[in-house]
């Protein structure tokens, strides 16, 4: 089946704010950006870019910056979500498109969302899984606050330092890399015991779930084969860089319709306050037009559960139809 899928996306490779970004795409109609996250690339939205497509919508899956085929830049530094709007809006007008809906996963999701903070009038609706928007501390930079709250063993933490992680990696070949980390079914938060690496502290699972074959895992560890994962990284390492430059947006709303995903077996959902924050009202304060969906799965949802996020995906799109 995924192989006639895959023959009817089409790929390319598109210019936008200084960089080439490579493009999964897919039908026609209204735009829909897809947006992966870590460790992943476009194809993680391959059920949902045909999904969407054969119900009139034209799926845009990019790889984002430092992923797969597209460029990655070498600094850190290069990794804001400043950088990752610009991309996106690049994506936009390359289309023509004035609006698009957009989904995101992940650090997917955390680009939807600052893309929808910064540039309201080009997002016509947000679909975000697993991560929300959380309001930026006025006083602490993020690695120091995830420092005290979780110790040197988060996984945040041992991404900061350049070459730390990529090491760690390098010990094992790219598809148990994959397994550890697209099969997560720990519950807390991703934080290894001292001394330890977050990559050795994750469990390989002998046993595929039946979401998920080892051809589908091996076209991941192909492609990061190539890559490597220094520009996936780089994302936490722009984290106290991005606290910097969101400065300006202290205290502000997003004003787009979003309906946000979460699976209840996600990392820290129960354990570190997640589920009440989702469901609290500093959340809704921040996201006023906000729907809360709460699934039965964990982090990886959309191919997890890709029948049920489609659908949760296309009832949302929907909605607008009558615009």
Not at 36 to 46: A, K, L, N, T, V
Not at 160 to 187: H, W
Not at 262 to 268: M, N, T
């Amino acid at each position: 089946m995924s192989g006639v899928i895959m023959s009817e996306v089409n790929h390319q490779r598109i210019k936008t704010n200084g960089i080439w970004i490579h493009i999964a795409e897919q039908g026609t109609g209204p735009l829909v950006l897809l947006l992966h996250g870590f460790p992943e690339i476009w194809y993680s939205w391959r059920h949902q870019i045909t999904h969407l497509a054969n119900h009139g919508y034209h799926a845009v899956a990019p790889d984002l910056r430092g992923y797969g085929d597209s460029d990655s830049p070498l600094s850190p530094n290069s990794y804001t979500v400043l950088h990752l709007a610009g991309d996106l809006i690049g994506l936009l007008d390359h289309f023509g498109e004035q609006q698009a809906f957009v989904v995101g996963a992940d650090w997917g999701a955390i680009a939807g969302w600052y893309l929808s903070l910064f540039r309201p009038d080009r997002v016509k609706g947000l679909v975000t899984l697993n991560v929300p928007y959380f309001p930026r501390s006025p006083n602490s930079k993020p690695i120091d606050s995830i420092r005290r709250l979780f110790g040197e063993g988060s996984h945040v933490f041992q991404f900061q330092e350049p070459g730390r992680a990529e090491r760690a990696f390098a010990r094992y070949d790219y598809l148990t890399v994959m397994k550890k980390f697209l099969l997560i079914v720990n519950t807390d938060d991703l934080v290894a015991p001292p001394g330890m690496e977050i990559v050795d502290y994750l469990e390989t699972p002998s046993l595929l779930p039946p979401w998920i074959t080892e051809e589908e895992l091996q076209v991941y560890a192909d492609t990061f084969l190539e890559s490597g994962f220094t520009g996936p990284l780089n994302y936490y390492r722009a984290m106290d860089l991005n606290w910097e430059y969101l400065a300006p947006w202290q205290g502000s709303k997003i004003t787009v319709p979003t309906k946000f995903i979460v699976g209840d077996k996600d990392i820290g959902f129960e354990t570190i306050g997640t589920k009440e924050y989702v469901e609290g009202d500093v959340f809704k304060s921040l996201v006023p037009d906000l729907e809360v969906v709460i699934l039965d799965g964990h982090h990886f949802l959309h191919e997890e559960k890709a029948q049920q996020v489609s659908h949760e995906i296309l009832s949302f799109l929907r909605k607008f139809s009558a615009d």
